[in-house]
C-alpha cells in the first residue's frame, strides 16, 4: 500500500489535499515517470488526455490499475489550451475544501522538493497561489552524440538522461482551491489572490531525444502552437550547446543566471506597456472620434 505523503495542516489540524491536473498529449516516452513521482506529492492526479495517437493513455489506464492515485479522468479532442483543465476543476473542486490545493502538472514535468513545507507557507501568508522556478532540461549537443552513439536510452530515467538545464521562468503552478473562481483561459484560474513569497523549483524535460523532439514538433503544428511555426521540423535547431548551460549533480543547488531568470519580469513589464499603449490608443481614438484633439 502506497503511503500518504507528508502532510502540512490546516488551523483545524486537518492534513491539506493535493490534487493535481495533468493535461497529456503523446508523451508515451515520459508520462509513467511524471506520474509515479506525482503520486508520491499528490494524492490524486487526474489525467486528461487531449487526443494522445501514441501509447500515452493506454499507459495511464494501466498505471491506474495499480496506483489508485492515478485517475484517467478522460479524452478531449478539442484544440489544445490551457484552460482545458478547467474540465477537471470544475468536475472535482468539490471534492475539495477551501484549505486545499491544486497543482497543475504538465506531462514532463517534476516537482524537485516537496510541496507541503511551501504550501503551509503560503497558508501563513494567506496566499493563494504559488509560483514554481521552472528548470528546463535541453537536448544538447553532448546528449545528440550519445544518442547517435548509442549510449543513450530510454530505459534509463530521465533524470540521468537529461543534465544540462538553465533557469529561466517562473509560473503559477499551485493555488488554493475555491468553487466559485473562473476559469476560462490561462493555466490557472483567474482571481486569485497573493501570491506567495516562496517557490518550487520543477524540473521541466520539453525535448528529450530526436523521435520525442520530431513527434513533438508534428504534434504541436498540428495544433498550430507558435513555437512550430518559428521552427516548422527542423528540431535540430533546437539542440543546445552544452557549454552554454549548467549541469546538474545530486545534491548540488540550482544555479541562477540573471537574464534568463529575469524572464518573467521583463515579460510583464513589455506586457504592462503593450496593455497602457492599447489603452492610450483606445482614449485618443475616442476623443478624435467625438471630434476633441488633444492640444499641441
Not at 71 to 84: A, N, T, W
Not at 148 to 174: A, H, V
Amino acid at each position: 500500500m502506497t503511503e500518504s505523503p507528508p502532510e502540512a495542516g490546516t488551523r483545524e489540524s486537518r492534513p491539506i489535499k493535493l490534487y493535481a491536473i495533468c493535461l497529456v498529449k503523446n508523451e508515451d516516452d515520459v508520462i509513467t515517470q511524471t506520474l509515479n513521482h506525482a503520486a508520491g506529492h499528490c494524492e490524486k492526479i487526474f489525467v486528461l488526455d487531449n487526443g494522445s495517437t501514441d501509447r500515452t493513455w493506454e499507459l495511464i489506464q494501466s498505471l491506474s490499475r495499480v496506483n489508485h492515485r492515478i485517475v484517467p479522468f478522460g479524452r478531449s479532442f478539442e484544440p489544445f489550451r490551457d484552460s482545458l483543465r478547467s474540465l477537471v476543476y470544475y468536475e472535482v473542486c468539490s471534492e475539495l475544501s477551501e484549505d486545499d490545493w491544486w497543482l497543475v502538472l504538465d506531462s514532463d514535468e517534476f516537482l524537485a522538493e516537496d510541496p507541503q513545507p511551501v504550501i503551509a507557507q503560503a497558508v501563513q501568508e494567506r496566499a493563494e497561489v504559488i509560483r514554481t522556478w521552472q528548470v528546463v532540461f535541453y537536448l544538447t549537443d553532448v546528449d545528440l552524440r550519445a544518442w547517435e552513439e548509442g549510449r543513450d536510452s530510454r530505459d534509463k530515467p530521465i533524470f540521468e538522461r537529461r543534465r544540462y538545464y538553465q533557469i529561466n521562468s517562473q509560473e503559477k503552478r499551485l493555488f488554493r482551491n475555491q468553487r466559485d473562481l473562473s476559469w476560462t483561459s490561462g493555466n490557472v484560474p483567474r482571481g486569485l489572490k497573493n501570491v506567495c513569497t516562496r517557490r518550487i523549483f520543477n524540473r521541466h524535460y520539453v525535448f528529450r531525444d530526436p523521435p520525442q523532439v520530431e513527434k513533438r514538433l508534428l504534434t504541436a503544428e498540428i495544433a498550430g502552437r507558435a513555437y512550430a511555426r518559428n521552427v516548422g521540423r527542423e528540431w535540430r535547431t533546437l539542440v543546445k550547446d552544452a557549454r552554454r548551460l549548467d549541469f546538474y549533480r545530486e545534491g548540488e543547488p540550482w544555479r541562477f543566471h540573471i537574464w534568463p531568470a529575469t524572464t518573467y519580469y521583463r515579460k510583464r513589464f513589455k506586457r504592462q506597456l503593450r496593455n497602457r499603449w492599447h489603452r492610450a490608443a483606445a482614449r485618443i481614438s475616442m476623443l478624435v472620434g467625438r471630434g476633441v484633439y488633444p492640444e499641441g
